[in-house]
């Protein structure tokens, strides 16, 4: 089994569109369903680009207070202690709760003298999963008002990795960044996909990630997306690519593209002709062979 | 005035927005603005706004923690594994055993330990700078440490610092761009802001966003209106997404070659190309939020 992680630090570069691309580029050469795992638990688009509506198959909860306001004798130890100031004291009302601040570390609970707090449940998100034709799906979604994201991508993943035997090619597409939940999913990786833009700030923060990326000695292919883009920092870009010495392939800026994308479909199926689909194509071409997974 | 700018997708614009409200606020309206870069896994808004000129604030924020246990206290009672609810302590036979990659370093451990065998230790989260640019606005970007969490806390001490610059100079604007998405730095970011201007892109993707990230602004009470960016790439779409986001839309704002070339000649739009399509498209979003919100 091989794992490629389809990352680039900025946001809207192509990360979705190609992870979702290749994976059935992929699948349709090697004839194996491929397993995808969308980790943009703040945003979650494969699943609109595939055109399903995934179920949902763990919910994923975290601590949250239960305040006995019988027992509370205002002393304010929690808020005090509570390192996210998610609880506070407003005069002649008592104790205040803001989820939205909570991270779930249930300190309250324990600091309590009274024992006026109790374990609760909130739910931050769901891991969901979805048949795709050629693909599997599972995918991480926070619920909106729950900032604790990285236990939603977490969990996707745990789940991912439990059915993730069963396939030889997982394709994994992750939210933009360079934090923890980037590292995670790294961590999991045999191939690195770095997607970036030819504009100035594309190449910034591909420099970032790949202050991440490249100590984890690890094979990584950058893909420049809407290469062709007018009035991009092509050359700058390339400069940068090859002092590094950085394998790069290169997805052409494609009004067609767009043109799927805006209909929810993945250009390889829906224009399979376009020039970005035939880059796609050439770049699955090139994984699988590196994979040793073309069909036999 | 705090003004956020935010999309619950990644590249709709935000940036763009951000930079450019910058250079409005300042050039238009002769307005002081410090700009806070919220993107702190992958900050741009400096080199947006031309690079530094200047740096005037460089520090290290150690805004995190990690427990460290002192074995020769520690007697394996194992209360900390049980109270972790991260599942970042385990019990080895020789003790308690931390993942620091699961430790949200929240510190409660510390807490339940009887014996007080766990400290807490500063952690670098990342670096706070402060920089002038040369159409004059001061940046303050921050700087997560590559791989780490606790990015919603590096924001709140961004959007402390910034405040504290702004009310030394008597500045009325702050401008903070936001990371992509909803989550823990976008709920920083948002929080306790007076304004949300969530840049969108004419496709389901970005107003699928663009809808969960106005649930949490909804959550947090901030008020939003919308920028509708390049708008033509889907026009047939762009009545829905307006209908849809049930906002006030500042304006439509179209795709345009010179905002690419503007990026790459490191100066803001505004200034690069005043006449182009989008800059003057812009120029109508930010003169409707004057009028509506600004005296």
């Given at each position: 089994?091989?794992?490629?992680?389809?990352?680039?630090?900025?946001?809207g570069?192509?990360?979705?569109?190609?992870?979702?691309?290749?994976?059935?580029?992929?699948?349709?050469?090697?004839?194996?369903?491929?397993?995808?795992?969308?980790?943009?638990?703040?945003n979650?688009?494969?699943?609109?680009?595939?055109?399903?509506?995934?179920?949902?198959?763990?919910?994923?909860?975290?601590?949250?207070?239960?305040?006995?306001k019988?027992?509370?004798?205002?002393?304010?130890?929690?808020?005090?202690?509570?390192?996210?100031?998610?609880l506070?004291?407003?005069?002649?009302?008592?104790?205040?709760?803001?989820?939205?601040?909570?991270?779930?570390?249930?300190?309250?609970?324990?600091?309590?003298?009274?024992?006026?707090?109790s374990?609760?449940?909130?739910?931050?998100?769901?891991v969901?999963?979805?048949?795709?034709g050629?693909?599997?799906?599972?995918?991480?979604e926070?619920?909106?008002?729950?900032?604790?994201?990285?236990?939603?991508?977490?969990?996707?993943l745990?789940?991912?990795?439990?059915?993730?035997?069963?396939?030889?090619?997982?394709?994994?597409?992750?939210?933009?960044?360079?934090?923890?939940?980037?590292?995670?999913?790294?961590?999991?990786?045999?191939?690195?996909?770095?997607?970036?833009?030819?504009?100035?700030?594309?190449?910034?923060?591909?420099?970032?990630?790949n202050?991440?990326?490249?100590?984890?000695?690890?094979?990584?292919?950058?893909?420049v997306?809407k290469?062709?883009?007018?009035?991009?920092?092509?050359?700058?870009?390339?400069?940068?690519?090859?002092?590094?010495?950085?394998r790069?392939?290169k997805?052409?800026?494609?009004?067609?593209?767009m043109?799927?994308?805006?209909?929810?479909?993945?250009?390889?199926?829906?224009?399979?002709?376009a020039?970005?689909?035939?880059?796609?194509?050439?770049?699955?071409?090139?994984?699988?062979?590196?994979m040793?997974?073309?069909r036999s | 005035?705090?003004?956020?700018?935010?999309?619950?997708?990644?590249?709709?614009?935000?940036?763009?927005?951000?930079?450019?409200?910058?250079?409005?606020?300042k050039?238009?309206?002769s307005?002081e603005?410090?700009?806070?870069?919220?993107?702190?896994?992958?900050?741009?808004?400096?080199?947006?706004l031309?690079?530094?000129?200047?740096e005037?604030?460089r520090?290290?924020?150690?805004?995190?923690?990690?427990?460290?246990?002192?074995?020769?206290?520690c007697?394996?009672?194992?209360?900390?594994?049980?109270?972790?609810?991260?599942?970042?302590?385990?019990m080895?036979?020789?003790?308690?055993?931390?993942?620091?990659?699961?430790?949200?370093?929240?510190?409660?451990?510390?807490?339940?330990?009887?014996?007080?065998?766990?400290?807490?230790?500063?952690?670098?989260?990342?670096?706070?700078?402060?920089?002038?640019?040369?159409?004059?606005?001061?940046?303050?970007?921050?700087d997560?440490?590559?791989?780490?969490?606790n990015?919603?806390?590096?924001?709140?001490?961004?959007?402390?610092?910034a405040?504290?610059?702004?009310?030394?100079?008597?500045?009325?604007?702050?401008?903070?761009?936001?990371a992509?998405?909803?989550?823990?730095?976008?709920?920083?970011?948002?929080?306790?802001?007076?304004?949300?201007?969530?840049?969108?892109?004419?496709?389901?993707?970005?107003?699928?966003?663009?809808?969960r990230?106005?649930?949490?602004?909804?959550?947090?009470?901030?008020?939003?209106?919308?920028?509708?960016n390049?708008?033509?790439?889907?026009?047939g779409?762009?009545?829905?997404?307006?209908?849809?986001?049930?906002?006030?839309?500042?304006?439509?704002?179209?795709?345009?070659?010179?905002?690419v070339?503007?990026?790459?000649?490191?100066?803001?739009?505004?200034?690069?190309?005043?006449?182009?399509?989008?800059?003057?498209?812009?120029?109508?979003?930010?003169?409707?939020?004057?009028?509506?919100?600004?005296?």
């Amino acid at each position: 089994m091989t794992v490629l992680t389809v990352t680039g630090g900025k946001g809207g570069t192509g990360k979705t569109v190609v992870a979702v691309n290749l994976a059935l580029a992929l699948s349709s050469l090697t004839g194996e369903r491929v397993l995808l795992v969308d980790l943009d638990a703040d945003n979650p688009c494969t699943y609109t680009l595939l055109n399903v509506e995934p179920k949902t198959v763990e919910e994923v909860k975290s601590f949250k207070p239960v305040i006995d306001k019988d027992a509370c004798v205002r002393c304010g130890t929690c808020v005090k202690h509570c390192p996210t100031h998610a609880l506070f004291l407003i005069p002649n009302a008592g104790l205040s709760f803001i989820e939205t601040l909570c991270e779930g570390c249930a300190m309250c609970m324990y600091v309590c003298p009274k024992e006026a707090i109790s374990r609760g449940h909130r739910l931050t998100g769901w891991v969901k999963e979805a048949d795709a034709g050629d693909l599997h799906l599972v995918l991480g979604e926070l619920r909106p008002g729950d900032r604790k994201y990285h236990d939603v991508m977490e969990a996707a993943l745990n789940y991912a990795k439990r059915i993730w035997g069963n396939y030889r090619i997982v394709v994994i597409d992750t939210p933009p960044g360079t934090g923890k939940g980037i590292l995670m999913a790294l961590n999991s990786s045999d191939i690195i996909v770095a997607v970036t833009e030819p504009t100035s700030l594309g190449l910034l923060d591909l420099k970032r990630l790949n202050r991440l990326v490249t100590p984890l000695g690890k094979p990584e292919i950058v893909v420049v997306n809407k290469y062709g883009l007018p009035g991009g920092a092509h050359n700058k870009l390339e400069r940068y690519l090859q002092e590094c010495g950085l394998r790069w392939a290169k997805v052409r800026y494609d009004k067609r593209l767009m043109s799927a994308y805006i209909r929810g479909k993945p250009v390889i199926r829906y224009d399979p002709d376009a020039p970005s689909a035939l880059d796609i194509q050439a770049l699955a071409e090139m994984l699988a062979k590196e994979m040793s997974l073309n069909r036999s | 005035m705090e003004i956020v700018v935010a999309s619950g997708k990644g590249g709709t614009g935000k940036t763009f927005v951000a930079s450019n409200l910058c250079v409005y606020l300042k050039r238009n309206l002769s307005e002081e603005v410090v700009a806070v870069d919220a993107d702190v896994e992958a900050p741009d808004l400096l080199m947006a706004l031309g690079g530094s000129t200047r740096e005037v604030v460089r520090e290290e924020f150690y805004g995190s923690y990690i427990p460290a246990i002192d074995m020769s206290i520690c007697f394996n009672c194992g209360r900390c594994a049980e109270a972790c609810e991260f599942d970042a302590i385990h019990m080895a036979p020789e003790g308690p055993v931390i993942d620091y990659s699961k430790c949200e370093g929240l510190g409660t451990c510390a807490v339940v330990c009887s014996v007080k065998a766990i400290t807490l230790i500063e952690d670098k989260t990342g670096d706070i700078y402060a920089s002038e640019t040369p159409f004059g606005i001061t940046v303050v970007t921050g700087d997560l440490e590559l791989g780490k969490g606790n990015s919603g806390r590096l924001v709140y001490e961004l959007k402390e610092r910034a405040y504290r610059i702004a009310s030394e100079k008597r500045v009325e604007f702050r401008v903070v761009d936001a990371a992509p998405g909803i989550g823990c730095p976008v709920v920083s970011s948002i929080a306790g802001s007076d304004l949300l201007i969530t840049v969108v892109e004419p496709t389901p993707q970005s107003l699928k966003g663009s809808l969960r990230l106005l649930e949490v602004a909804e959550t947090l009470g901030i008020k939003t209106v919308a920028i509708i960016n390049k708008y033509n790439l889907n026009p047939g779409f762009t009545a829905e997404v307006e209908k849809k986001l049930g906002v006030e839309v500042l304006g439509y704002v179209p795709y345009d070659d010179a905002v690419v070339k503007a990026y790459t000649s490191a100066v803001p739009l505004l200034e690069y190309s005043p006449a182009s399509k989008a800059s003057e498209a812009l120029v109508k979003c930010f003169d409707r939020f004057r009028e509506g919100w600004f005296r």
